[in-house]
């Protein structure tokens, strides 16, 4: 007979298992975490990077095709494609550099699994079978034993 569910009840999920050769488990330190939960910096470099670009190649398509009435609005598109140039130029090389960061983090966790190597196997004989000798073979080992007298 099946039992009786509640309303408010749910049944355990079912649980199905798929057998693996080996796990490696890896201890990470609160920092490496943090910078994994935050993000490299060098993400946030190269998102203004191509935010500056495009604003400063957009403002130089327009000094390229457009005729400014007003000398101030002229001046405001240079310094905006000359700042956004240089400022994203900046940022993009920000980037190269530390863009290989979490990389670097995962390196450092990952050669830890060398430095302690645990195997856990199984055993099917507590002890193992016993090594039979040949009568030849038991004349030729020297007794180690002397007699006691």
């Keep these: ?4 569910q509640h309303p408010g009840e749910h049944k355990p999920p079912r649980i199905r298992v798929g057998r693996v050769e080996s796990v490696d488990l890896f ?3 609160d920092s490496e975490l943090e910078m994994f939960e935050h993000g490299s910096p060098a ?3 190269l998102n203004f990077a191509i935010f500056l670009f495009s604003i400063a190649f957009t403002a130089l398509v327009s000094l390229l095709t457009a005729t400014f009435p007003n000398i101030s609005i002229h001046v405001s ?5 000359v700042v956004g140039i240089l400022l994203g130029s900046y940022l993009l090389l920000a980037w190269r550099r530390n863009k290989g960061s979490s990389k670097r983090v995962c390196t450092v966790i990952r050669e830890r699994i060398k430095e302690v190597d645990i195997s856990i196997t199984k055993t099917t004989a507590a002890v193992p079978p016993p090594v039979l000798q040949s009568a030849e073979e038991e004349d030729a080992t020297p007794d180690t034993k002397e007699p006691k007298g």
């Design 1 to 4: 007979m099946p039992e009786e």
């Design 27 to 29: 201890e990470i330190k």
């Design 43 to 45: 993400d946030l470099q």
């Design 77 to 81: 598109f240079i310094v905006v494609t």
